[in-house]
C-alpha cells in the first residue's frame, strides 16, 4: 500500500508542503507526486498530531448489497429491454414509435424527458425500454459487473437482412445470456424479404417461431407504427417465461444509467432501481460519489417520492458525478457514505499508482530500446465499444509501422474513456483514441488539465489513416 504525499496532506488536511518539509528534515528528498508507503506516511501523520486510523479494505464494502432476495418477498417486475442491431436498421425508429405508441390519452401534453430509459404500459403492464440502443451502452455495463437488461429486442431490416452488427449483438445478447426477440422491421418497404432474414439467421442459430424453433419473432414497421403492440406483447410473454420478480420493501439497488452536471440542478444521475424501493431523503453511493435524494424525476419529467424495481429515475442530490455503469445502494449514514467512497477513491487511485509506475517502467526500457533501434514510437491508448472493434483496430494499426516509426498500443480495452485512461495516457505520453465511445466528465477534464488529446472516431479507416499522417510527421525530414 502507497500513498502520493499530496493524498497524505489531503486526508491530513495539511499543506503538501509541510510534509515535503518534514520528510526532507529527516533525510528525504520528494516531490509533491512521490509515493511514499504506509508505514512513512503513518509515521508523518503522527508527527503532525493525526490519529492514524488503517482501514482493513475488504470490511469497507462488507453488506453494502444485499444477498439475494428471497423469494416469499418478491414480486413480479416489469422487463428491461435493450434494442440491438445493425446500423440503419431501424433501432432508433423502433424506439421513438413504442415511446409514442402509448402514451396515455390526456397524457399527450407529457413532453417524453430523455433520461436514458423509459417505460411504457401494455394491457396495464409496464415494460422498461433502455433509451440507448446498440450494444456499446450495453456491453460497458456488462464490463462493469452489471447486468441492466433482461430482453434483448433484435431489430433486423428485412429489406437489407442479417448484417455484421446483427451478428455482433447476437454475440453479445448470447455472452449476457439474455433471451433475444427477433422483430424484422421496415415491412412496408415493397423489397421487404422477411423469410431471407429467417433463414438467414438459422445460420446463426436463432431458430424463430415460425421455424420450429422458441425465439419469438414479430414482423414490424417503425416508422407505420405497425404490430407494435404485438411486439410489446411478445415482451410481456417472453418475461412472463422469465419470472421476473424483486423485493420491492427493501433499501434500492441499481445502476447508473446516465449521469452529467447540470448547470442549474447539478449533478443529475438516471437510476434505474433493480431491487428494494428510491426514496426522496435517502444516502445513496454510486461508484465513488454519494449523496443524499433531494428529489426524484420520472421519465416524463414529473417529480415522484419513491421507484420501484425496473424503474427509471433522475435522481438530484448526488455531491459529484457517477459514471454510467456504476452500481448504486442505499446506506444507512452519511459517515458509512463518505467510508465507502473515500475508500473507493484511495483504491483506484492506488490502482493507478501501480498502473502508472509499471508503464514508466516499460517507457524507459522501451526507450533504451529505441534507442539502439533508432525507431521512434507512437503510444496509444485505445478504447472502443466492443473487443471487435478493438481486435481490427489493434490489429490495423500494427502493421502501420516502418523501422524509423511505429504505433505503440499502450492499453487497448472496451467501454468509456475514463479517468484511469488519462492517468495512463499521461503517465506514458500517449494520444488517447475512442472508437464508438466518449470520454466521461472527469475524463474531460483530466485531459483539459493534463493536455492530453482524446480523438474519437466511428470509421476504422478514418482512425488508420490520421494515425498514419502524425506518424509520417513524426519522420525525418528527409523522407
Ligand atoms: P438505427 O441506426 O438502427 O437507429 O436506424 P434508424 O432508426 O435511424 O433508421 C434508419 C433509417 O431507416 C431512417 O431513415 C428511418 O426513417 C428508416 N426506417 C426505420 N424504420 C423503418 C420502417 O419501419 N420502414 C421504413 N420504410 N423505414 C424505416
Do not use: C
Not at 57 to 86: C, K, Q, W
Not at 213 to 236: F, H, P, Q, R
Amino acid at each position: 500500500e502507497a500513498i502520493t504525499i499530496q493524498e497524505l496532506a489531503n486526508r491530513m488536511a495539511e499543506r503538501a508542503v509541510d510534509v515535503i518539509k518534514l520528510l526532507m528534515r529527516q533525510g528525504q528528498m520528494l516531490k509533491i507526486n512521490d509515493v511514499i508507503d504506509a508505514d512513512t506516511a503513518e509515521l508523518i501523520a503522527t508527527e503532525m498530531g493525526h490519529t492514524v486510523k488503517r482501514v482493513a479494505d475488504s470490511d469497507v464494502e462488507e453488506g453494502l448489497y444485499a444477498e439475494a432476495d428471497h423469494a416469499d418477498d418478491t414480486t413480479p417486475r416489469p422487463p428491461i429491454v435493450t434494442i440491438m442491431g445493425h446500423v440503419d436498421h431501424g433501432k432508433t425508429s423502433l424506439l421513438d414509435a413504442l415511446r409514442h405508441a402509448n402514451v396515455v390519452a390526456g397524457e399527450a401534453g407529457g413532453i417524453t424527458q430523455h433520461i436514458g430509459a423509459y417505460q411504457v404500459e401494455q394491457n396495464g403492464q409496464k415494460i422498461t425500454f433502455i433509451d440507448t440502443p446498440g450494444h456499446a451502452a450495453f456491453t460497458a455495463m456488462r464490463a462493469r459487473g452489471a447486468k441492466a437488461t433482461d430482453i434483448v429486442i433484435l431489430v433486423v431490416a428485412a429489406d437489407d437482412g442479417v448484417m455484421p452488427q446483427t451478428v455482433e449483438a447476437i454475440a453479445h445478447a448470447r455472452a449476457a445470456g439474455v433471451p433475444i426477440i427477433v422483430a424484422v422491421n421496415k415491412m412496408d418497404k415493397p423489397d421487404a424479404k422477411p423469410e431471407r432474414v429467417r433463414t438467414d439467421l438459422l445460420r446463426h442459430d436463432i431458430v424463430v417461431e415460425s421455424m420450429g424453433g422458441d425465439t419469438l419473432e414479430i414482423e414490424v414497421s417503425a416508422t407505420k407504427k405497425m404490430n407494435l403492440d404485438k411486439l410489446l406483447e411478445a415482451i410481456l410473454l417472453q418475461s412472463e417465461v422469465l419470472e421476473l420478480k424483486a423485493n420491492p420493501d427493501r433499501d434500492a439497488e441499481g445502476i447508473v444509467i446516465e449521469a452529467k452536471l447540470d448547470k442549474g440542478r447539478g449533478p443529475v444521475a438516471s437510476v434505474l432501481v433493480q431491487r428494494g424501493t428510491l426514496k426522496v431523503g435517502d444516502i445513496l453511493v454510486a461508484g465513488s460519489e454519494w449523496g443524499r435524494v433531494r428529489a426524484l424525476l420520472n421519465d416524463k419529467g414529473a417529480q415522484v417520492p419513491s421507484a420501484g424495481p425496473s424503474m427509471p429515475v433522475e435522481v438530484l442530490g448526488f455531491q459529484g458525478t457517477p459514471d454510467a455503469g456504476d452500481r448504486v445502494a442505499v446506506v444507512d449514514s452519511e459517515a458509512r457514505a463518505r467510508e465507502i467512497t473515500e475508500y473507493r477513491i484511495r483504491s483506484k487511485r492506488e490502482n493507478q499508482l501501480k498502473t502508472a509506475a509499471g508503464t514508466r517502467g516499460s517507457l524507459e526500457q522501451m526507450m533504451t530500446k529505441l534507442q539502439t533501434a533508432g525507431r521512434k514510437d507512437f503510444p496509444l491508448v485505445i478504447k472502443t465499444d466492443v473487443q471487435g472493434s478493438l481486435e481490427a483496430i489493434v490489429g490495423a494499426l500494427e502493421k502501420l509501422g516502418n523501422d524509423e516509426v511505429g504505433a505503440r498500443i499502450v492499453h487497448g480495452g472496451v467501454g468509456g474513456i475514463t479517468e484511469s485512461d488519462l492517468t495512463l495516457a499521461e503517465a506514458s505520453e500517449a494520444a488517447i483514441i475512442g472508437f464508438n465511445v466518449r470520454a466521461n466528465t472527469q475524463a474531460r477534464q483530466a485531459a483539459e488539465r493534463s493536455g492530453t488529446e482524446i480523438r474519437y472516431y466511428n470509421i476504422i479507416y478514418n482512425l488508420v489513416d490520421d494515425v498514419k499522417a502524425a506518424m509520417s510527421g513524426m519522420l525525418s525530414p528527409e523522407r
